[in-house]
């Protein structure tokens, strides 16, 4: 009649989805107790002992029949049919409620699919109501994951092909991060498939993981196995060996230490324990660490309150997909968002550096949600804050729709303030991330010393870590601008080292989408293979549908293609999510051609003045712009634009344009070639 999940955080649901959770925290852990219990009976002595240990017996007591008769009134209609009350006990009465760690407990090696189920910890929402307890609680999860811990070995135990070890190997590191067989088993698997990259970093999450959990160093053999991997040797098969016994045990020498009084943060790569350290376990690679803490609620009905934590978790979730940043789930910061929302105390705790923070406030019939961002690194000072006011008949989509615009437009936020702290520390120590933070700025200012300054910074990041996807994609980006820009000696020789960058990028992480994103516009803007590209930007806005170049650089294969229609949807798209983007000079350039082969020649005109005030080094936006004049016939600013295009580009002509023509319709070519002839450019 009842279905309960206890993992994660509580929920109570009847069979017609009616939400029926207690709103007491205490009576939430009364129904936890029982639930986990059943089908046996739970005394009720036992009951007030573990929720009111500090309190005198006969107070615990009443206090429970409080509770009792509050439970009642939450499950109400259903609470008489599913408890057994009486005067010595409580319980469940069987097979009248599904309780999601029960399916996990039952889970089997033919029936392994309840593992799933085992996404967070164990009430996670409970934390902190009694330290009988917090003891019991810590006991049951305990429990709960060494259950699915040996299920977990043993049906990797069982996987000999990569394809089938890589996702059994994932489950057994979603139950226990410090696995350290589980993470040789997936460097294996993905070295057997051919992606060394992938194998080296889950080296290193391994070895983030380990030290921030165990305060560890990865074992003699994993160390082995890292170095045959770097080698770049034949394959590795993944050996069939027990997981039970090539796990924690390996690195015994190293103590677990006693549980730490503050919360760890968690997220998609853990907590970046060599910054906490202070230096202990350095990385070859950084990234930004983030907290987004549940909003501040001013004025809402009770329908809009988890919109406080629901958004939140919306926002890390979003973050999350950008492989550069590094996120402590919202649910860690919870605590802080109901006491002090103490930022010092926040980044003392999880070494974050940038929080996110806010307020949801009823204003009539609307809501209006306002963010501020926050670097804790540089005294808790605000470096970039939106306000949004929606109509609240839709909170799911409200949600949705500024969790992306958020994400959207603070990744290049925090990525610009990162390069800038970057470029204060000595040169010398520079790590390929540093080197790559350093380079990024460089290449939008397209400023000819400083731009080939960019690419020797990124030459430089990739001999430090030749397995850096990251530094491979932004070098690729380097090359684009080269040809572009009509600076590269040889145009041909540069065009084919793009490719090789870009496709190195995507191989050694399939995962990121901006480098899937550079590399299909390396296909589009360089080699002509429009359709392909696409393919490379759809499969982009899947792991990041919240990535504005990957809409913007969609919009400009569509309009290589002469889909106008499509390439001014996603164009309105990444305006959206980010209208003050950095490269917002590359990415509106594609309004101007989208109006030229329209003939909307004005449009054109207006548009291209807006993208040379942006950037005036950047050619691509002069030429459409100039083209359009043309056919305008406006003499005075076609003489003054076709000399800033000349300036950058001396050597420009239509025979060289016509070279590399980048539309696939006749038409809009023509269009185009003909704009530039009336507006005098040399044939």
């Known amino acids: 009649m009842v279905r309960l999940r206890l993992i994660g955080q509580m929920e109570a649901w009847t069979l017609t989805s009616e939400s029926i959770l207690p ?82 407990l039952r889970a089997s090696p033919t029936k392994p699919a309840a593992l799933s189920l085992l996404d967070g910890d164990l009430l996670e929402d409970l934390d902190g109501i009694d330290p009988s307890f917090d003891a019991w609680l810590a006991g049951e999860r305990e429990r709960l994951r060494d259950r699915a811990r040996v299920l977990a070995e043993n049906l990797l135990r069982e996987k000999s092909e990569p394809e089938a070890v890589i996702p059994a190997a994932q489950q057994l590191l979603a139950i226990d991060r410090a696995h350290e067989g589980a993470w040789r088993a997936l460097m294996r698997a993905y070295t057997g498939r ?93 990234g930004a660490r983030i907290g987004v803490l549940p909003l501040q609620l001013v004025g809402t009905t009770e329908e809009e309150a988890h919109l406080s934590t629901g958004l939140a978790d919306e926002i890390t979730s979003a973050l999350a997909r950008f492989r550069w940043m590094f996120l402590v789930s919202s649910s860690s910061l919870a605590r802080y968002a109901t006491q002090t929302r103490d930022e010092t105390a926040i980044r003392r705790a999880f070494n974050i550096d940038f929080l996110l923070d806010g307020t949801i406030q009823r204003i009539g019939l609307r809501l209006r949600i306002a963010l501020r961002l926050l670097d804790l690194r540089a005294g808790n000072q605000m470096v970039w804050s939106r306000r949004f006011d929606r109509d609240n008949h839709d909170l799911l ?52 010393p400083q731009f080939i300054n960019a690419g020797e910074l990124l030459e430089q990041a990739i001999a430090l870590e030749p397995d850096y996807a990251a530094a491979h994609a932004w070098y690729a980006f380097w090359h684009l601008f080269l040809v572009g820009q ?43 293979r429009f359709r392909e590209a696409l393919t490379l930007h759809e499969r982009a806005l899947i792991l990041n549908p ?73 050619s691509a936006g002069w030429r459409p712009y100039l083209a359009a004049l043309g056919h305008l016939g406006r003499t005075e600013e076609i003489a003054l634009v076709r000399e800033r295009l000349l300036a950058i580009e001396p050597d420009f002509t239509i025979g060289r344009y016509v070279g590399a023509n980048l539309f696939e319709r006749r038409e809009h070519r023509d269009r185009f070639v003909e704009g530039l002839r009336l507006a005098g450019i040399p044939e």
């Open 194 to 286: 051919g992606e060394r990259g992938m194998a080296i970093q889950a080296y290193e999450r391994c070895r983030l993981v380990l030290a921030d959990q165990l305060d560890a160093q990865p074992s003699e053999e994993t160390q082995r196995l890292l170095a045959e991997i770097r080698a770049a040797g034949p394959a590795i098969a993944p050996p069939r060996q027990d997981p039970r016994t090539d796990s924690r045990s390996e690195i015994k020498s190293e103590p677990r230490p006693a549980a730490r009084a503050e919360p760890r943060p968690e997220g998609r790569a853990e907590s970046r324990a060599e910054a906490r350290a202070e230096g202990r376990v350095s990385s070859p690679r950084g």
């Open 546 to 618: 919240n990535l504005a170049m990957a809409w913007a650089f969609a919009a400009m294969s569509f309009t290589y293609l002469g889909s106008l229609d499509e390439a001014e949807q996603r164009l309105a798209r990444y305006k959206k999510l980010s209208p003050i983007d950095p490269h917002a000079f590359l990415y509106d350039s594609t309004a101007i051609m989208i109006a030229l082969c329209r003939g909307d020649y004005e449009t054109a005109v207006i548009t291209g003045r807006a993208v040379s005030e942006m950037n005036p080094a950047f």
């Open 397 to 448: 989509t409200l949600q949705d729709d500024i969790a992306a615009e958020v994400v959207a437009q603070i990744d290049p936020e925090i990525l610009l303030i990162e390069a800038q702290r970057v470029a204060t520390r000595p040169a010398h120590d520079a790590t390929a991330y540093d080197l790559v933070l350093r380079a990024i700025p460089l290449i939008s200012r397209l400023e000819r």
């Open 486 to 528: 009509g600076w590269a000696d040889d145009p041909k020789a540069v065009m084919a080292e793009a490719g090789r960058l870009a496709e190195r990028a995507i191989m050694l992480d399939p995962q990121d989408a901006r480098a899937l994103t550079i590399a299909g516009h390396v296909r589009a803007f360089l080699h002509r």
């Open 23 to 104: 709103t007491g925290r205490k009576t939430r852990a009364l129904l936890a107790i029982l639930a986990l219990a059943s089908p046996r009976p739970v005394l009720r002595g036992k009951l007030a002992e573990m929720l009111w240990s500090r309190r005198p017996e006969e107070q615990a007591r009443a206090s429970l029949r409080q509770e009792i008769h509050r439970l009642l009134e939450a499950l109400d209609p259903v609470g008489g049919q599913i408890l057994s009350i009486n005067r010595d006990h409580l319980a469940l009465r069987p097979g009248m409620v599904w309780v999601d760690v029960e399916e996990v």
